[in-house]
């Protein structure tokens, strides 16, 4: 090999940045990612009281409207789950502040409100048909409620 064959293999290096230089660099990127692990950490919270407080307005007994006293469907929402009859049907149940949804025996029921206070749904599954369903004995709610347009 000649002269000009091993230089240009040869590495060029220029001037080499200091070492502070990379610590700005991952300071940065840990400002970075800090700021939105907290940002995340408080949407989370800011969601989970979000959750209580609609869970909190769906508590009562819920009886199915314009049908004989007999054939009435009812159920009630407690912290612990979903009641019929006195018995405990369903552990789990989800309300995103109008959807309410929870499954028995491998059915999914499903009811949206229809006004801001709580007090009134309607059944859109199991899909055999719709029907109202009005709260008998509903938390207290905030004054100044109205129905909701949806």
Do not use: C
């Amino acid at each position: 090999m000649n002269q000009f064959t091993t230089m240009a293999y040869k590495k060029k290096s220029g001037p080499k940045k200091p070492i502070h230089h990379y610590a700005r660099v991952w300071v940065l990127l840990g400002i970075i990612v800090i700021g939105l692990g907290y940002g995340t950490a408080m949407m989370i919270l800011d969601y989970q009281k979000v959750q209580k407080v609609y869970r909190k307005q769906i508590y009562g007994t819920w009886v199915e409207q314009n049908v004989a006293d007999y054939a009435a469907d009812h159920f009630t929402i407690k912290p612990k789950g979903v009641f019929m009859d006195g018995r405990q049907v369903s552990s789990k149940y989800s309300f995103d502040g109008v959807v309410l949804t929870f499954t028995i025996g491998g059915e999914e029921h499903r009811f949206e409100a229809l006004n801001a206070s709580m007090t009134k749904m309607k059944r859109t599954a199991p899909a055999h048909y719709e029907s109202i369903f009005i709260n008998t004995n509903p938390p207290e709610s905030p004054s100044g409620s109205h129905d909701l347009n949806w």
